[in-house]
């Protein structure tokens, strides 16, 4: 159990519709990050937030959006659902200090668009 | 553009013989590297890392060696045991995208460790 908790676990959809999905974060992680792991592919970045702030961007399409809030967690917001959406996304959050490179993955949230 | 290839889609062993699962990267500004082993319906988990000052790091059964000329890494499990059967992710990160706690990281599509009994 890595401590990063990621709800819900699977979400079926219709296309054109908007979905939420949640992110807690280890205690005292401050930074969030948000990826998309579509078949055969790797992970890819979306977006990370910083005690609050966006930090930075990756592919992250126009459709999508996040936030973090001020108890940490993070929201990452998908609108206008596409059939290509589908996919496993994966919340993680990464210490402060020394080895912030080491980034622990929350159990991720299955996306399907039909 | 692929900055982080792992060109073995899938790699199988015997029980208690070495694993060795490759990796390549083209950003020359990569200056830390790491390995996750993911198991089915788990998010990745950290394994080991590496900085650009080494050319090695070990832990335990694991060693990640680094050939920055090259661009290359590697992971080798020794010896390899049917618990480590899972997608392996190798993961780089860059110094210019690090400025105000960024620590992004850039996968490789995983390669997919079998271990045999």
């Known amino acids: 159990d890595s401590g990063v908790t990621q709800t819900p676990k699977h979400l079926i959809t219709a296309t054109g519709q908007r979905v939420t999905l949640r992110c807690s974060p280890r205690?005292?992680?401050?930074?969030v990050y948000w990826y998309q792991q579509s078949l055969d592919q790797g992970l890819q970045f979306l977006i990370q937030?910083?005690?609050?702030?966006?930090?930075a961007k990756g592919n992250i399409l126009e459709r999508f959006s996040a936030q973090q809030f001020p108890d940490l967690h993070s929201e990452l917001n998908l609108s206008s659902l596409e059939l290509g959406d589908s996919a496993l996304y994966f919340c993680?959050?990464?210490?402060?200090?020394?080895?912030?490179?080491?980034?622990?993955f929350g159990p991720g949230t299955r996306l399907t668009v039909t | 553009d692929q900055q982080v290839k792992q060109n073995s889609p899938s790699l199988s062993v015997q029980e208690g013989r070495i694993s060795i699962l490759n990796c390549d990267y083209t950003?020359?500004?990569?200056?830390?590297f790491l390995w996750y082993k993911k198991y089915p319906a788990e998010g990745p988990t950290f394994l080991i890392s590496?900085?650009?000052?080494?050319d090695k790091n070990e832990d335990g059964r694991f060693t990640v060696f680094l050939n920055k000329s090259a661009k290359h890494l590697s992971l080798h499990i020794v010896p390899s045991q049917p618990g480590d059967s899972a997608v392996y992710f190798c993961?780089?990160?860059?110094?210019?995208?690090?400025?105000?706690?960024?620590?992004?990281?850039?996968f490789g599509k995983g390669t997919l460790l079998t271990v045999n009994p």
């Open positions: 993680a959050s990464s210490p402060q200090g020394l080895f912030p490179y080491e980034q622990y």
């Open positions: 205690s005292g992680d401050l930074s």
């Open positions: 937030y910083y005690n609050g702030e966006e930090r």
């Open positions: 950003n020359s500004m990569f200056d830390y």
């Open positions: 590496i900085s650009s000052i080494k």
């Open positions: 993961a780089a990160s860059a110094e210019q995208s690090r400025g105000g706690s960024n620590y992004k990281l850039t």
